[in-house]
């Protein structure tokens, strides 16, 4: 065969076939350098220990979720059906950690599987509302801390299908309907397990232990966790993030952080991993990005960077009470006025925001979290716009709320509405060409006054379009 071709290639190119040699050659080299300096820009040497061999910068991959700005966690499991009460007992914390909390051996929690039936569930209604409220993406426990999978594994009895009387693969709908109503969807995946007896510290009750280790640790990371994250990202992807968390346990170190990093970037080349893969609590407040391996976002919990993080890309993850999994006496409801604000100040500092719901054992989102998402939904349909594909704001802090940037324009966030009818605007170093309400389709023209060197007033009208965020656009002269 190959003798042949060569015969043929020789008599159809003749005298050519050298310089065509040669011009292949340079073009390659000319390739090459290109490719290399690219990933060198992106943080990413070509020969470097990450990115090494995957194909797409992570530039490229972080586009779309630079752009979302807003997604939602969602966390469900097992947790739900005590729903924070044990034995008759109010049991402190986070519902989600109930069988840490309480004490529970494995062998008694393991039965609330057969007891889980949340016939309630539909995949498209939570998926619509996500969607209502502006969220771009979905990112749900496919397994939390306590073991137990949401989806159909091959390599587990612990999970919706083979466990629990539903019988229905909770990821399986989900899938489908954020294809349907194009949304990306996410897996939070816990790296401790609490029922696996190998990922475990082996004296119970020590799910959760950052000084003692398992020796066949390595077991449960090989024919368990890795088939797993195989299946689901065959079977349930394209993905868009693999959320990783519980890596915090003595049995897990840096170099098997970036190993996994490493395997999930090579069954989805386009997928994004956050940084709880690794060791540690990179991406919060005060770390770099010059600092260590920090997978590709930061995701600083219950709190917002109050400079962001420059350099970094990171996610504020949020409860809308004090509990991520459900628990029927939580009832700490943060305000629609207040998620709306945090959203634009998130947003103001470059950052996402994943804002949590707790879905209950019957499989509904609890009624005060769809009322909040409903009405910050109301806020996005006129003003997304000033959240979706915006950076951080280049004004330094405005005193009557915050600003975010995309293109040629400015979005004025304004939570404290100029009585006088006067917005000042410091810190401005370019021109301003126009002044309008987000919220009037005519984008009828501001006034705007021009107050100091770098600071322009803009005549609003005496009523907010909104009391929570009004927003008001400048564009900026060249
Ligand atoms: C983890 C989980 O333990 C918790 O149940 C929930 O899923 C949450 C989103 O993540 O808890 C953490 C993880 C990281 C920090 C604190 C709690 N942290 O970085 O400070």
Same mark, same amino acid.
């Given at each position: 065969?190959?003798?042949?071709?060569?015969?043929?290639?020789?008599?159809?190119?003749?005298?050519?076939?050298?310089?065509?040699?040669?011009?292949?050659?340079?073009?390659?080299?000319?390739?090459?350098?290109?490719?290399?300096?690219?990933?060198?820009?992106?943080?990413?040497?070509?020969?470097?220990?990450?990115?090494?061999?995957?194909?797409?910068?992570?530039?490229?991959?972080?586009?779309?979720?630079?752009?979302?700005?807003?997604?939602?966690?969602?966390?469900?499991?097992?947790?739900?059906?005590?729903?924070?009460?044990?034995?008759?007992?109010?049991?402190?914390?986070?519902?989600?950690?109930?069988?840490?909390?309480?004490?529970?051996?494995?062998?008694?929690?393991?039965?609330?599987?057969?007891?889980?039936?949340?016939?309630?569930?539909?995949?498209?209604?939570?998926?619509?509302?996500?969607?209502?409220?502006?969220?771009?993406?979905?990112?749900?426990?496919?397994?939390?801390?306590?073991?137990?999978?949401?989806?159909?594994?091959?390599?587990?009895?612990?999970?919706?299908?083979?466990?629990?009387?539903?019988?229905?693969?909770?990821?399986?709908?989900?899938?489908?309907?954020?294809?349907?109503?194009?949304?990306?969807?996410?897996?939070?995946?816990?790296?401790?397990?609490?029922?696996?007896?190998?990922?475990?510290?082996?004296?119970?009750?020590?799910?959760?232990?950052?000084?003692?280790?398992?020796?066949?640790?390595?077991?449960?990371?090989?024919?368990?966790?890795?088939?797993?994250?195989?299946?689901?990202?065959?079977?349930?992807?394209?993905?868009?993030?693999?959320?990783?968390?519980?890596?915090?346990?003595?049995?897990?170190?840096?170099?098997?952080?970036?190993?996994?990093?490493?395997?999930?970037?090579?069954?989805?080349?386009?997928?994004?991993?956050?940084?709880?893969?690794?060791?540690?609590?990179?991406?919060?407040?005060?770390?770099?990005?010059?600092?260590?391996?920090?997978?590709?976002?930061?995701?600083?919990?219950?709190?917002?960077?109050?400079?962001?993080?420059?350099?970094?890309?990171?996610?504020?993850?949020?409860?809308?009470?004090?509990?991520?999994?459900?628990?029927?006496?939580?009832?700490?409801?943060?305000?629609?006025?207040?998620?709306? $604000?945090?959203? =634009?100040?998130?947003?103001?500092?470059?950052? #996402?925001?994943?804002?949590?719901? %707790?879905? &209950? *054992?019957?499989? !509904?989102?609890?009624?005060?979290?769809?009322? $909040?998402?409903? =009405?910050?939904?109301?806020?996005?349909?006129? #003003?997304?716009?000033?959240?979706? %594909?915006? &950076? *951080?704001?280049? !004004?330094?802090?405005?005193?009557?709320?915050?600003?975010?940037?995309?293109?040629?324009?400015?979005?004025?966030?304004?939570?404290?509405?100029?009585?006088?009818?006067?917005?000042?605007?410091?810190?401005?170093?370019?021109?301003?060409?126009?002044?309008?309400?987000?919220?009037?389709?005519?984008?009828?023209?501001?006034?705007?006054?021009?107050?100091?060197?770098?600071?322009?007033?803009?005549?609003?009208?005496?009523?907010?379009?909104?009391?929570?965020?009004?927003?008001?656009?400048?564009?900026?002269?060249?």
């Amino acid at each position: 065969m190959k003798e042949t071709k060569t015969t043929q290639s020789r008599s159809y190119l003749g005298i050519y076939r050298r310089r065509i040699n040669w011009i292949v050659a340079v073009a390659a080299l000319c390739m090459f350098t290109v490719v290399s300096c690219q990933q060198e820009e992106d943080g990413f040497s070509l020969f470097g220990e990450l990115g090494e061999k995957h194909p797409l910068s992570k530039e490229e991959r972080m586009e779309w979720w630079r752009d979302a700005r807003f997604g939602m966690f969602i966390h469900w499991g097992l947790y739900a059906i005590p729903a924070g009460e044990w034995n008759g007992k109010q049991i402190s914390g986070i519902g989600e950690w109930i069988m840490e909390r309480a004490d529970i051996p494995v062998s008694e929690y393991e039965q609330l599987a057969g007891q889980f039936n949340p016939v309630e569930f539909d995949a498209d209604e939570w998926v619509r509302i996500a969607k209502n409220a502006g969220m771009k993406y979905i990112v749900i426990t496919s397994k939390h801390h306590d073991g137990f999978c949401l989806w159909d594994s091959k390599v587990s009895d612990y999970d919706i299908m083979d466990a629990s009387p539903f019988k229905r693969d909770i990821l399986k709908e989900l899938s489908k309907a954020c294809k349907k109503h194009k949304i990306r969807l996410c897996f939070y995946h816990s790296i401790m397990d609490w029922h696996h007896p190998d990922a475990q510290a082996p004296f119970y009750p020590n799910y959760n232990d950052r000084e003692r280790t398992n020796p066949n640790f390595a077991n449960y990371v090989e024919n368990y966790m890795k088939p797993q994250l195989k299946e689901l990202v065959d079977n349930y992807g394209p993905l868009g993030v693999m959320w990783f968390d519980g890596e915090w346990i003595g049995d897990w170190t840096e170099p098997q952080g970036k190993d996994l990093y490493n395997y999930v970037l090579d069954l989805q080349p386009d997928i994004i991993i956050n940084n709880r893969v690794g060791k540690g609590r990179k991406g919060m407040e005060g770390l770099s990005k010059s600092e260590e391996f920090a997978g590709d976002f930061g995701t600083p919990e219950q709190q917002i960077p109050a400079k962001g993080l420059p350099g970094v890309d990171w996610e504020s993850c949020m409860t809308m009470n004090d509990t991520w999994g459900y628990k029927s006496s939580d009832h700490n409801w943060k305000s629609t006025e207040d998620l709306i $604000r945090k959203l =634009a100040d998130i947003a103001s500092k470059g950052g #996402n925001f994943l804002l949590n719901v %707790g879905p &209950t *054992a019957e499989g !509904l989102i609890p009624g005060p979290s769809v009322e $909040r998402l409903a =009405a910050i939904g109301e806020w996005m349909k006129v #003003n997304s716009e000033s959240i979706y %594909g915006t &950076t *951080a704001s280049p !004004l330094g802090e405005v005193p009557w709320g915050r600003c975010t940037a995309k293109s040629n324009k400015l979005y004025l966030h304004v939570f404290d509405w100029p009585e006088d009818g006067r917005l000042e605007v410091p810190g401005l170093e370019q021109n301003v060409t126009k002044a309008y309400l987000l919220a009037d389709k005519k984008h009828t023209g501001l006034p705007i006054m021009l107050v100091g060197p770098s600071e322009i007033a803009v005549t609003v009208p005496k009523e907010a379009t909104n009391r929570i965020d009004s927003v008001v656009v400048l564009e900026i002269g060249q």
